[in-house]
Every structure is written in C-alpha cells, then in structure tokens.
C-alpha cells in the first residue's frame, strides 16, 4: 500500500521534487575540470627549489602519514615526516576530554618539529582529521546532523555555512587539514556508511559538493580556512550488497555519471586533496576489472590527474594500500605508482619508509613518481600558507569557542526532519500538554550524534561526554515546560492514560564502517536488530492517546510494524548534539517552525528492497525520493504490511542467527539453574546469571561480540519464536559458523547444542584457547547424526560449560557450502 496525501498540492509537490528523466545529457566521458585554485609561476617555481634540495629520505618521509599514537614530534624531526593523523577515538596524550588547548599544543608541537629538521628548506608537517560532522572527535564540539540529514536539507547555503563553521572549529584546535567531503552516491542502503552520503541522487551530491569545499576552503586565504578532501575516490557508495571495501560493478557510464558526480563541482571549487576509495571497481558490461582503487593507475592517474586536471594530492585511507594485491602495510609499490602521493600507515610507518626507499633505489618505483608526488605536497601545503604560520599563530588558535557553532547546528536539525506520516492532527504540541517521553534515543546523545562522535564506532559514549549538547529530551522539557514532560525509558509501569501525547525517540545505536554493514543476507527490518523499539511502541500505542515516534537513524529502514504503532512518524536521522531543533518543529513555541526536509533517500516498503534509488526501472518504494510532508498536511498512511522474510533476502548462502544481520529472529538468552535471563539486541548491557557473565566485547570490529565467562554450570543460547527455515542455498552442505576468541581454555567439559542433538566441544575450544580470532564451522550433519531435525530447530545456537571458561563469539550463522571448506570440523572431533 502506498501512503495517500489529503493534499493533492503536497502530491504535485512531490513529483516536482523529482530529479527529471533527462534533466542534463549524461557525461560520456571524464570531462576536464578547471579549479579555483589555479596555478601560480612563483609557487611552482618555489615547489621545484624546494624539491630539487631535498634527498630520497626526506621525499619518502614527506609521503608518509602516521597516526599520532605511533608517532611523536620527535619522529616527525627524525624522519621528515609530511603528514600525521588522527583517527576516530585518538586524542591528543590519549586524552579523550582533552580541548582546544591540549590539542593545539601537541598541533604546536609537531610543527615545531618539522622546522627544526636538517632539510635545507624546511617543510611544515600537516595534521589530517575526519571532521565529518562537525570537529568531531573533540570533546565539547557542536555535532551537526550526518550527511544524510543534510541531504534532507536541500540546502547548499546551509551546507557552504557547516563547511566554513567546521573548518574553524578544526583549525581552533591547530589542525588545518580536513578529510571530508564525502562524496558517496549510495546505492544500497545496507553499508554502514550509508549515513555519510547526502542522497541516493547524485544531483543532490553534485549540488552540495562545491558549496561545502567553498565553505571550508574558501582560497585558502583565511585564518578559519581548512584544506578540503573530496573522498572516496571513486564508487564507495556503490558496492554490491552494499559491503563495505566491497565491489563496485557499474560501468563507466554509471561511474562518470552516478559515483563521479560529487567530485566535479568539489575539484572546481579548488579542493586540494583527493581521497582515494576502499572499493574494487570492476566494470562488468564494459568487461574491464579495475581492481582496488587504491592500485588504480587508470583512476588515479590517467583519470583524475591527466584527464580531470587535478594538481594537488591523492592520500590513501587507512592502511587501503595494503589491501592492493601484493602489498602488505608496510610495503606497496604498486600504490605509489597508481598515483597515491601520500600513504596513510598508522602504524607500520617506519619499516614503509625503510621498503620504499629501498624500492625507490632498486627502480621499482621511478622517481620521477616520488618526485611528482612531493611536487603535489609541497604544492598544497605552499597554497594553504602552512609556511608562513604556525597553528599557534592562528588566529582562532585554542579557543574553544570556536568549535561551538550551536544555532547554525540547530538550525541545520530543523531543516533535515522529515515528516513521513502524519495521520492524526497532533503537531505541533501545544504547550502545556502532559507529554509522556518514551523510547532509548530520548535522553542519549550518543544514539542521536551516530557514529564518529568522539570514537570511531561512536559508542563507549556518555552524554558527560557532550557537554555543549542537548538531548531531544532536554528540548521537549525546555520547550513544553519541564512539569509537563514524563520520560520512562521502556514505557513499563506507566499509564498513558495519564497524559495527552506520546513521543517515542527509537532507531538505531551507534556504528560506523565495517560494523554498520548489516550484511549480503540481511534485511532492512529494523526490529529485527533492535526488538527493543517495537515493544517499547507496544506499550503505549493503542492506549487511546496519540504517538508521535521520531526516528533516530543513518539510513532508511523497513518499519512498518514502528508505522502502524504511531500516529505521526518523523525520519531525524543522526541530528548531532543539538536536540532542541528537534523539539522545535514538536512542540508549538512563540515562533513558528514547520518541517521542511524531503527524503533524499527513497524508503522502502518491503523488507528486501536493500537496492530502492530514484529513477530505477521498477522503482516502488513506501515513500518516494523527495517525499516530505508538513504538519499541516494530514497523510493516510493507514496499516501496512509488516511481513518479513525470515531467512533474510536470499541473495547468498548464509542465514543469520545472531550476527548485525539479525539480533532479534533468535535473541541470545542465557541459562542457569531454574533461571533464565534474555539478553535482546542491547550491545552496550552486561549481564549475569549465578555462574555466568556475558558482556559486549570486540572479536572483528568494536561491539561486534559476546564475551562469555563461565565460573559454574551454565547454558547461553539463541532461541527464535519459531523454528528456523533454511533457504535452499543455505541448506546445502551446511555449516554453523562462527566467529571466536577463546581467551580462556575450559576447565570442564563444554558442549553445543543444535535442536535435540548436542556435541562434545570440549577438544575443540581447548586447541583454539589463545590463538586470537578463529572461524569455526561445525557441519549441520554432526548434529543431525546425533537427533536434530532440522525442520524443529528453534534454537539452532546453543554452548554449555561446566566449569570455568571465557570465549567471545560473533557473526553466528548457518552457512551453505561450509561444510565442504577444508578448515570445517570433522565431526570425528566432536565426540
């Protein structure tokens, strides 16, 4: 069922907002871009003095980027280091409250390095930061909303004022070099970074690009100017399955066209660095595979540097070039020669300069590659006036007020809600009202800024550590009058009756790269990793009052059953540190304020429609790319359907069990004695039994896991509501696989249970104790050859100990095919 519009102005409106079929001829080609930052015969001429005085040494140390944990302003000195990062989570002296100062001072501290080196010319070192939404990694910054919010925008002013705004916040803490804009086109909304993307619509990316590079970089002329990165390069948002580091398979025509379409206006408004992408390219219609971005030399060089006329420089992304065939972190000729200037190694940095020297001065790389790499370098840093002044000379040097742009942020949260169904006349909320508050995201800054706030993954996060923010809690106390708001987390033990309306602020917890990917097999069911919105819906809808749910989320998501529970549903995406311009638009204040964002992804009405872009040919989604409504427009949303598949969307071998896929179909419980306790999606609770522990740890990416500790005789398993129904290519040949750190050897006897057949796990847990992580895959036939029916199996993971024993699992899943892998156990082992 498609949502129905009262208005049929507002449906006009909508079709309007459609990109047109043909609003401009495709690219047929890459096309030449001429920058705003042209060149200059006296900085050329200062680049080439400046080179030609410099030895193989000094060259290599100036393409090297280091993070700052492995690398101190000595270091800098020593090895001529060019370049040091931060990456999500790092701070300065491993501070993570640490301000403008302290961040300023070790900024100070590496130059002065730099400039006290034996170069005949001494070259500055630049600090490189991921300050994507907002300085983002500094304690007390303003937060803006993700990308995504901003693409809901549909503002480019909006987005010149965050770019200028973020590049003085970075350059008050003495940083003066940011890695962003990202520039993905995103075309499955499964990839954890879906967030970082403005829109599924590349017209909306190109339309944001160069105001943000101009907003950021300006001409590089001004104190509050930071250099600008225009990242990924090139295709990251449109891998298959959307997996992150995964394959791109568009042709060249959907490369120019689709994936190319950010970077044309961003180089045109002088962007000086190039990212380049995680992702393989392989154009299968064309019949080329290109291989990983990072080994490129077609992209990278022929492309982007010859064709489109970029003349700064291209950096790798975190340790990318180890990922190209050949080369390991240490060592990679072949993204050098690519056309990769600067290499971001974080850790491996010294043996890198060692291996490349040593390539250098064997041929393998020319040095003319080396020598028209430091050009680039020294191009940039001559552009930005690194030479000319030190980040303590800044003039927005440690002030911390800088990085506290508040009314622009709360500003920009106003403009990114979305109002997707509004079926009951209940906003804006008068005040006065008795407003019942419910729901996990309501009084969490950490839910509501996502991930690359503070950490990496954005958790292991309280709000004390926002101090400058405000939950959506807090703007609904302010904005209603504190007397009149109630908040209960889980809405249990409250009578709605009590109150006028419900607000329900629910969605997804934090994540970024690599933990967000929900997976080839997942769906896009958000109650099936977070159950615990669903019932907290559950327990105040249909009690006779209405509810207004506001959606905290990095991408859209199936929630039809979240739908049919609320009378209003408002998409907020990841609004930052400033709540209260979401209370704004609900609740009535002395200035009105209306929504006015539009969808800038399509949001699917199925479970499986992981790949919904605008303009597709059989393009069907519950509410269309540019949808938005206004709180005067009422909608007939109505119920819809809230099915789902549940062996996931039957794209490939695997159905999950308890893995970012699904946490929800067979939520984990633990077992002992007479007691039973579920643990649910909760990646952030510990919890314990007489006998066992289970908490959140890190087996592949941060809170991926369940660290298990067993002092006595205890059961944890994962049991479903129903059996499970293997899809045909998970059946075959099967295997229950997981991923495991054994970081304590069982100290009795340990067995797994699928269904009524158990194994003796004992041997295998004790050969893998201390061995890191390890795949684990156990043939579905060892349990069938003791009783399991596959047909019955509720709950196909089950581990027991007797006695002591600690062991992290993650990414539990039945996979077709595993059985026949020569790594899988023999059911010989498993007495």
């Known amino acids: 069922m498609t949502p129905m519009l009262r208005n049929p102005a507002m449906a006009l409106a909508i079709a309007l907002a459609l990109p047109a079929a043909a609003s401009a001829a495709p690219l047929a080609d890459w096309p030449r871009v001429t920058s705003a930052i042209g060149k200059d015969a006296a900085l050329e001429q200062r680049v080439r003095e400046i080179v030609s005085q410099m030895t193989l040494a000094q060259k290599v140390g100036q393409m090297t980027q280091p993070e700052i ?45 730099s400039m006290a080196t034996d170069m005949a010319i001494k070259v500055p070192v ?3 930061t991921d300050a994507v939404h907002g300085h983002n990694n500094v304690f007390g910054a303003t937060l803006f909303p993700h990308n995504i919010g901003l693409g809901a925008a549909r503002n480019p002013q909006l987005l010149e004022e965050i770019g200028a705004a973020t590049a003085k916040a970075t350059r008050a803490s003495g940083i003066a070099w940011v890695f962003g804009p990202t520039l993905a086109v995103v ?39 930071t250099i600008a990165t225009a990242k990924h390069f090139i295709g990251d948002g449109g891998t298959e399955f959307g997996k ?17 379409a950010g970077y044309y206006p961003a180089l045109a408004a002088g962007a000086q660095t190039v990212m380049s992408s995680f992702n393989s390219w392989n154009d299968v219609a ?16 022929d492309v982007l540097k010859t064709k489109m006329g970029f003349d700064g420089f291209v950096v790798t992304d975190w340790n990318g070039h180890g990922e190209v065939p050949g080369c390991s972190n240490d060592s990679c000729p072949a993204a050098i020669n690519a056309g990769n200037d600067m290499i971001m190694v974080p850790d491996d940095w010294k043996a890198f300069i060692a291996n490349t020297i040593k390539q250098v001065e064997s041929g393998a790389i020319p040095m003319a590659r080396i020598d028209d790499a430091v050009s680039r370098i020294i191009r940039v840093k001559l552009r930005a006036g690194l030479f000319d002044k030190s980040p303590a000379q800044n003039a927005y040097a440690g002030k911390d007020e800088a990085m506290q742009p508040r009314a622009l942020a709360r500003r920009a949260v106003r403009e990114s809600l979305v109002l997707l169904k509004n079926d009951s006349p209940v906003l804006p909320i ?25 950490t990496w993954q954005g958790t292991a996060n309280t709000n004390a550590d926002f101090p400058n923010g405000d939950t959506v809690l807090a703007g609904l106390r302010e904005a209603a009058g504190k007397d009149n708001v109630h908040f209960s987390i889980d809405a249990k033990d409250v009578d709605v009756s009590k109150f006028d309306v419900v607000v329900a602020v629910i969605g997804e917890r934090p994540y970024a790269e690599g933990d967000g990917d929900i997976g080839p097999n997942g769906t896009l069911r958000h109650s099936g990793r977070h159950p615990e919105d669903l019932a907290t819906l559950q327990a105040v809808a249909g009690k006779g009052k209405p509810v207004v749910t506001v959606f905290v989320a990095g991408r859209p998501l199936y929630v039809n059953d979240l739908l049919n529970l609320s009378d209003v549903f408002v998409a907020a995406w990841l609004p930052g540190t400033e709540g209260k311009g979401v209370s704004d638009l609900l609740v009535a204040g002395s ?38 409504l206004s709180a005067a427009t009422r909608s007939t949303v109505g119920q819809l359907d809230a099915s789902y598949p549940a062996g996931g969307c039957g794209v490939s071998n695997t159905f999950p069990v308890f893995s970012q896929a699904d946490r929800a179909s067979f939520p984990m419980a633990i077992r002992s004695g007479e007691q039973q306790l579920v643990l649910g999606a909760d990646l952030n609770t510990s919890f314990s039994l007489p006998g066992v522990t289970v908490q959140t740890s890190q087996v592949n990416t941060q809170q991926d896991a369940k660290l298990i500790t067993w002092s006595a005789p205890a059961t944890v398993e994962t049991r479903g509501a129903r059996p499970m129904v293997l899809p045909p290519a998970a059946a075959k040949r099967a295997a229950l696989r997981f991923d495991t750190i054994v970081s304590q050897a069982p100290a009795g006897k340990v067995s797994m249970s699928m269904g009524a057949g158990t194994l003796d796990t004992t041997a295998l847990f004790k050969r893998l104790a201390g061995k890191g992580k390890q795949t684990v895959k156990i043939p579905l ?51």
């Open 286 to 301: 064309g019949g080329t595979n290109y291989g990983k971005m990072h080994g490129n030399r077609t992209m990278l060089t």
């Open 126 to 128: 630049i600090w490189g």
């Open 244 to 260: 992150d580091r995964g394959v791109n398979k568009s042709s060249k025509s959907q490369m120019i066209n689709i994936h190319g």
């Open 781 to 831: 036939i060892c349990f069938q050859a003791k009783g399991t029916d596959l047909k019955k199996v509720d709950t196909p993971f089950s581990i027991t100990s007797q006695a002591g024993f600690a062991a992290a699992f993650t990414g539990i899943e039945i996979a077709g095919g595993a059985a026949a892998d020569a790594d899988a156990v023999r059911c010989k082992e498993l007495r």
């Open 187 to 225: 075309r499955d909304d499964r990839w954890g970074r879906t967030y970082e993307s403005y829109s599924e619509n590349p017209e909306i990316v190109k339309s944001y690009a160069g105001a943000y590079v101009r907003g950021m970089q300006g001409m590089l002329k001004d104190d509050a100017n």
């Open 69 to 113: 944990k492995s690398a101190s302003p000595e270091d800098v000195k020593r090895y001529y280091l060019g370049s040091v990062l931060n990456g999500g989570g790092s701070w300065p002296n491993g501070n993570k409250h640490a301000k403008a100062a302290e961040w300023l001072a070790l900024a100070q501290r590496y130059h002065e390095a």
């Open 430 to 454: 008068s005040r006065g009202k008795k407003i019942l508050v419910v729901g996990k995201s309501a009084d969490d800054l950490s839910n509501q800024s996502g991930g690359w706030s503070i």
């Open 591 to 628: 200035q009105p304020v209306d929504f006015t964002g539009k969808l800038p992804f399509s949001w699917p009405k199925s479970a499986c429609q992981t790949n919904l872009n605008v303009g597709d040919k059989h393009y069907a989604p519950l509410f269309a790319w540019g949808y938005g």
